[in-house]
């Protein structure tokens, strides 16, 4: 049974700083990181292949860092300048097999999910 691990979450200033991390029990092509709020739909932030595409949400762009170890099938997610409206339970989710590009940011590509980690960023 594949596993992600998350962690990294907690809470912080606005201006603050975290950075989520995600370690599957497997090699994996894509992996992303997604966010929901307490009555909204779930929102994807970011996401990795492995040979290297990153992509990001525009509400992140310049401010999160997404990276990835291949070899510990890790993926990690710097976050900086961070605003109240960052404030979410991250998700990371993976899928192991390739998928066209222009489908790895919805949430029904990716197979597996992490048990969630909360950011918290107050003003």
């Known amino acids: 049974q594949v596993q992600l691990v998350e962690s990294g979450g907690g809470s912080v200033q606005t201006g603050g700083s975290l950075r989520l991390s995600c370690v599957a029990s497997?090699?994996?092509?894509?992996m992303a990181w997604f966010r929901q709020v307490p009555g909204k739909d779930r929102e994807w932030v970011a996401l990795?292949?492995?040979?290297?595409?990153?992509t990001y949400a525009d509400s992140v762009k310049g401010r999160f860092t997404a990276s990835r170890a291949n070899a510990a099938h890790a993926f990690y997610l710097q976050m900086n300048n961070l605003q109240p409206d960052d404030t979410a339970l991250y998700y990371c989710a993976a899928r192991p097999t390739f998928c066209a590009w222009g489908t790895l940011r919805e949430d029904n590509a990716y197979h597996y999910w992490g048990q969630g980690t909360h950011v918290t960023v107050s003003s």
């Open positions: 990795m292949t492995k040979p290297g595409g990153v």
């Open positions: 497997v090699d994996c092509y894509s």
